[in-house]
């Protein structure tokens, strides 16, 4: 991949410069000097797609990924394209070079350096500084740059708007075209294309080919040790911020298409799972609600077939496989799905389980294209945090579900925070399952530490049996409301709907908040 910047270096180091373009049109030798120029907008097109897949996912889940968090990285991203184009007009040419060599050093070592800002601020509790302070960076040390060219290449008549805007899209076009064929080969493989191309850009600016070279070889030591403190620096975030014990250790780290996948391993050897920054297993209280989600309903229901939304840990499937004929897991993120089966089976034993298939789909496109009845549904799905998990909470996706129970079929969802009449949050969800469902029975279980419902339009099992599988499991201090006292601590709540996800934003809104309390 190096090699192609001595190809540049090699192609242009007897153009002219950038500057004198526009004086040198009828130039015999302009069929090669338009390759300088096209080169600025092409990498620059392809880095800003490759440096934004960075940035979303690691400030997402460095500030515990919420929709909020999404569009206000979003924000500050595209607000650095303009903060480049208005930076065109007083940069000098010769500013170009330093940035470029800035912008390197500073983007290959982005989550480093991230992690160990947040971490910092968080030691001295300060952590909130990190939602103003990251936002107000980036726009100008991480998007501003690559947008100077476009403006100051039509200002230096090097082509037409559309011509150079159509490249540059180009640029772009090959920069997801990477991301999608390379991304899940992981972080190191993508910087190595997106060195390639600043060098690439530092060429076609005429770096000096010593100074090009030692770019180069600084660039390439950096990827070699970047596994090992990409490691070091997510442990430490880790331990900081969500109080893992000294001596924890990151199994792995990647970024999947839809989120940051983490597994932490603790000194005693327990596991956690955490997407986009945010815990999914590895408490007691998340072992616990896969108990009563999973393992009771199953074990009331005795069921022929069951389905699972969302993979997770998949301990829920084996806590079910042990009561049910069969048991199917549909999850949409492949990544989430192997790490599952990678590092979790001491807890879902799936090198064992000959009752169960996983398939990788939408739940809401697999639902629409089977005709499979299921005897139980469980959810292991993130809270509301955003529009795509909030779906998953939806009257519509509700009804979906119940198209495909049999006539005593039982769905378990969990509500995610303490059904109350004073949150609004757990009473819409339960407000879309009694929009569905005829009973609806919700249990406050204070191992788990929240709500979870069973929905169904015939409940198989009374209130009295649910006691006794509570306590069979050693739950007590627990709280049962029927379906005529959940009617009424919902009230007057909406359900959620596909047109009505207002929830998201509060949910997320009620998070960033809770950082500055």
Request: hydrophobic letters at 50%; glycine letters at 6%.
């Amino acid at each position: 991949m190096m090699m192609t910047v001595w190809v540049w270096v090699m192609t242009i180091k007897s153009v002219p410069p950038i500057s004198s373009l526009s004086s040198i049109k009828g130039h015999p030798a302009w069929h090669r000097v338009i390759f300088a120029p096209l080169a600025l907008i092409f990498f620059s097109g392809m880095n800003l797609i490759l440096i934004q897949w960075v940035l979303v996912r690691e400030l997402t889940a460095l500030l515990f990924g919420t929709e909020l968090v999404i569009l206000l990285v979003s924000a500050a991203y595209f607000a650095g394209i303009s903060v480049g184009y208005r930076l065109s007009e007083p940069i000098r040419l010769n500013h170009l070079k330093p940035l470029a060599v800035f912008t390197l050093i500073v983007h290959l070592s982005l989550p480093i350096w991230f992690r160990l800002m947040v971490a910092g601020l968080a030691a001295v509790d300060a952590y909130s500084v990190a939602f103003v302070l990251l936002l107000l960076l980036t726009p100008f040390v991480i998007s501003a740059f690559y947008s100077i060219f476009l403006p100051l290449l039509i200002k230096q008549q090097s082509g037409s708007l559309a011509e150079l805007y159509g490249l540059e899209l180009v640029g772009s076009i090959c920069g997801v075209a990477i991301l999608v064929l390379l991304g899940g080969l992981g972080l190191q493989t993508v910087y190595i294309l997106y060195s390639a191309g600043v060098l690439a850009i530092l060429a076609s600016l005429r770096l000096k080919r010593t100074w090009l070279t030692f770019m180069t070889v600084v660039a390439s030591l950096w990827l070699v040790v970047l596994p090992v403190l990409n490691t070091w620096s997510n442990t430490l975030w880790f331990v900081q911020l969500r109080n893992l014990p000294a001596g924890s250790k990151t199994v792995f780290s990647g970024y999947s298409a839809y989120q940051k996948v983490d597994v932490l391993e603790t000194p005693s050897g327990k596991r956690y799972l955490y997407l986009d920054g945010l815990e999914h297993f590895g408490s007691y209280s998340g072992e616990r609600l896969n108990v009563v989600m999973g393992q009771i309903p199953a074990a009331l229901l005795q069921p022929q077939n069951t389905l699972v939304v969302g993979a997770g840990s998949m301990q829920m499937e084996a806590l079910i496989a042990e009561h049910a004929r069969y048991v199917t897991t549909v999850e949409l993120d492949p990544m989430v799905a192997e790490v599952s089966q990678r590092y979790f089976t001491r807890y879902n034993h799936m090198d064992s389980l000959t009752n169960h298939r996983l398939t990788i789909d939408d739940a809401k496109h697999f639902l629409a294209n089977t005709e499979a009845q299921y005897d139980l549904v469980a959810t292991d799905v993130p809270a509301a945090f955003s529009i795509q998990t909030a779906t998953l909470y939806s009257e519509s996706f509700y009804q979906s579900i119940a198209d495909h129970l049999t006539p005593q079929g039982v769905l378990a969802v969990g509500l995610t925070s303490t059904f109350a009449p004073d949150d609004l949050v757990s009473r819409r969800i339960t407000a879309s399952l009694l929009a569905v469902f005829d009973e609806v029975m919700v249990i406050t279980a204070p191992s788990v530490g929240w709500s979870f419902a069973y929905a169904s339009n015939d409940m198989p099992f009374d209130r009295t049996e649910v006691e006794t599988a509570l306590q069979a499991r050693y739950e007590m201090g627990y709280v049962i409301y029927d379906t005529l006292a959940v009617q009424t601590v919902v009230g007057d709540a909406e359900p959620i709907t596909l047109d009505s996800m207002d929830i998201v934003l509060r949910v997320s809104f009620d998070r960033i908040r809770s950082r500055f309390e």
